[in-house]
């Protein structure tokens, strides 16, 4: 175990899960989410409604925004993000089921800029949306949740897009990501390329391998598992006085910081 000690310094408030009204299961008009957000403090809001699919047969969801629309959808949070940038960072992504029919549609909504994300929102695994999967309740509806609804979906590279940030930090501030994953690494320093961010270095490993290596002002997880676990493989990471930033339980609304 580390010898560091933390505290609990500030707190950050996102949301990149929210809907609007066309998927028929939201109220009110998005300004008024960007309106809450800023009353509460928050520094990113996410819009993310339910994705529609361009349906050949005219099959009509029950809880998601149609086709037609979708660029009223996007105009909206586009207008509100140029409206209020300088009081929230508004982001554009959706909500979507891995449809195997539909993903090539899905995928060229990221590859050509239109969506910033995708959350991956598992409640059917046909586009009829035959069955629900918030009812399942035996072995095997169960078994067909997690084989198909999930783990066909995160095979697929579009749902490990990552969200990049910016949290007015310093001026030419380092970042170092850790992935073990060589696919993941792989497609990580495409959009370093991509993006030209000539300050982000990908290095493929497990976190406790760069234990002395190297130590950072900040240090985060994509998974967190319980902190005497990730305390030990996280802090040897953080200099001196440095932030560990974790998401708590599901009883807790909001991230905070620790310093060490």
Request: some cysteine; hydrophobic content about 35%; proline content about 4%.
């Amino acid at each position: 175990m580390s010898g560091k000690t933390f505290k609990e310094a500030s707190t950050i408030r996102t949301n990149f899960h929210s809907h609007t009204t066309r998927c028929q299961h939201a109220t009110g008009a998005d300004e008024d989410y960007v309106l809450a957000a800023i009353a509460a403090g928050y520094s990113h809001l996410g819009f993310s409604d339910h994705s529609p699919f361009p349906y050949e047969d005219g099959f009509v969801s029950g809880m998601r925004m149609r086709i037609d629309q979708y660029q009223d959808y996007l105009g909206s949070v586009r207008e509100l993000r140029e409206r209020y940038q300088d009081q929230i960072s508004i982001h554009l992504g959706v909500e979507a089921e891995y449809y195997e029919r539909y993903q090539g549609w899905l995928a060229g909504q990221l590859s050509s800029g239109t969506l910033e994300y995708l959350i991956l929102g598992s409640h059917y695994d046909l586009p009829e949306e035959s069955f629900y999967f918030g009812e399942a309740n035996t072995p095997a509806l169960l078994r067909r949740y997690a084989e198909g609804a999930r783990v066909e979906a995160i095979r697929q590279p579009e749902w490990e897009r990552v969200l990049i940030l910016d949290l007015d930090g310093p001026e030419g501030v380092f970042e170092l990501v850790i992935e073990p994953m060589e696919r993941r690494c792989a497609w990580l320093n495409d959009q370093v390329e991509t993006l030209g961010l000539d300050n982000v270095e990908v290095k493929r490993g497990r976190a406790e391998e760069y234990h002395g290596a190297f130590e950072v002002d900040q240090v985060t997880a994509r998974a967190v598992t319980a902190l005497r676990k990730l305390v030990p493989l996280a802090a040897p990471l953080l200099r001196d006085g440095g932030e560990l930033l974790l998401l708590k339980g599901s009883s807790v609304a909001t991230p905070s910081w620790c310093s060490a």
